[in-house]
């Protein structure tokens, strides 16, 4: 099959962010089937152009890059202009580009364009990939306030799901809102993957001034803004110099628009329990996530986030690290379920401090949980099992 894939966000493990077109599209082009992604150059990536529209190739998948910059930083106004730059010049793909399968990867609802041009002018097998429930979760939010935009929002989300022939949400909990809401009955779940043979590696600890192999953390990674809930972090390093627990570090890595307030903060009341290393790739991230006690997985108190599918819970169970998160969906159920993992309130910089203390000083709550960990990963969540899982869906909607 040829296969071409509208997302904005493509990166590899050098990058900063999630890697779920990247290793399923390379198990695809392994069984045989031409891969085309149409990106753009998000800041957490590790793609770079030159050119306006550069060609370039990862493992055998063709990416079309798009030079048009995308970072959480920018405003509102500009991150809309980019989102529909990057619909206008993917479109030229939908229509002149032969493909079997047309996959779009939603969010931005904007990118479910280019998908919709390809079915209207090739009556194309058209799916559409849900990685955030768009419009719905921006609105939830506030980034989306405007109510002529939310009606062209809700315009373009219900013709997506109208005219999509397979609908793939990355949780149980989308899978269902969709079909609950659009009665789209042609709709799978497959969640994010653990990358085992990255995160389940063996690795050396880098030396640096602010961590060693021997310290005590919790760590988290991804995007430092307001749906994370990242106030919360520094208040519980906060809280933990307050009782006297300062050698259990708070540790982040990456970055967003909330991220130079949070390190002001702990700045200027010298919290050196609370450590901040910067954007760094997958890659190199490994090591701080296995040594860590446990991985943050924070998000706002919201309905539509409860179907979430972070990127670091599937990594924090591939390294074989206890989760702490804040949801009360599909995650809380399987966490508790599994006992991987603890769902907080998310509220109470106690509450998180003291579960910490708790882990720090519970070496065997802490190893039970890990194996738990690893064996989840393994079982529910392999990339090759889930990218099989995918492809089949593909294929049979090609027949």
């Known amino acids: 099959m040829k296969i071409l894939i509208f997302y904005q966000y493509f990166t590899t493990p050098k990058g900063s962010w999630g890697t779920r077109i990247y ?69 030229w793909y939908a229509i002149f580009m032969r493909s079997d399968i047309v996959i779009a990867s939603s969010g931005p609802i904007t990118v479910g364009i280019p998908g919709l041009i390809s079915n209207f002018f090739k009556n194309g097998k058209f799916v559409y990939e849900v990685r955030d429930l768009w419009p719905e979760v921006a609105i939830e939010l506030g980034v989306i306030k405007n109510n002529t935009i939310k009606k062209i929002a809700f315009y373009i989300e219900k013709k997506l799901y109208k005219k999509a022939k397979l609908v793939v949400g990355l949780s149980p ?86 991220r130079e307030e949070i390190c002001e903060i702990a700045r200027s009341e010298d919290l050196d329990n609370f450590i901040y290393l910067g954007l760094i790739s997958k890659e190199k991230l490994v090591p701080y996530i296995k040594n860590a006690i446990a ?29 702490i998160q804040t949801t009360n969906g599909w995650i809380k159920e399987y966490l508790d379920k599994n006992r991987v993992g603890f769902t907080l309130s998310g509220t109470s910089e106690s509450e998180l401090g003291n579960l910490l203390v708790e882990l720090s000083d519970n070496g065997e709550l802490i190893y039970e949980y890990s194996k738990n960990a690893t064996n989840c990963a393994a079982r529910d969540f392999d990339q090759k099992v889930l990218a099989k899982k995918y492809l089949d869906a593909l294929k049979k909607l090609h027949e």
């Not at 309905?303 to 074989?320: C, I, M, Q, W």
């Open 23 to 91: 290793e399923f599209a390379k198990e695809w082009v392994k069984e045989g089937h031409e891969v085309t992604v149409v990106t753009s150059i998000y800041s957490k990536s590790d793609l770079q152009a030159k050119k306006l529209i550069e060609t370039q190739y990862f493992e055998g998948i063709k990416v079309e890059v798009v030079n048009v910059k995308i970072d959480n930083k920018q405003p509102i106004l500009k991150r809309v202009f980019t989102f529909v730059y990057y619909a206008i010049i993917s479109s």
């Open 173 to 258: 909990g989308m899978r269902d809102f969709v079909i609950n809401n659009f009665k789209h009955t042609n709709t799978i779940s497959v969640t994010n993957a653990s990358n085992i043979n990255l995160f389940g590696s063996e690795y050396e600890f880098p030396k640096n001034d602010f961590l060693s192999k021997e310290t005590t953390y919790a760590i988290y990674t991804g995007n430092i803004g307001r749906v994370n809930n990242s106030y919360w972090l520094v208040n519980t390093a906060r809280y933990l110099k307050k009782i006297g627990r300062e050698d259990i570090k708070i540790v982040l890595a990456g970055d967003g628009q909330q």
């Open 295 to 323: 991985s943050l997985v924070p998000l706002e108190a919201n309905l539509v986030l409860d179907t979430s599918s972070p990127n670091k819970l599937f990594e924090s169970l591939a390294a074989g690290v206890p989760v």
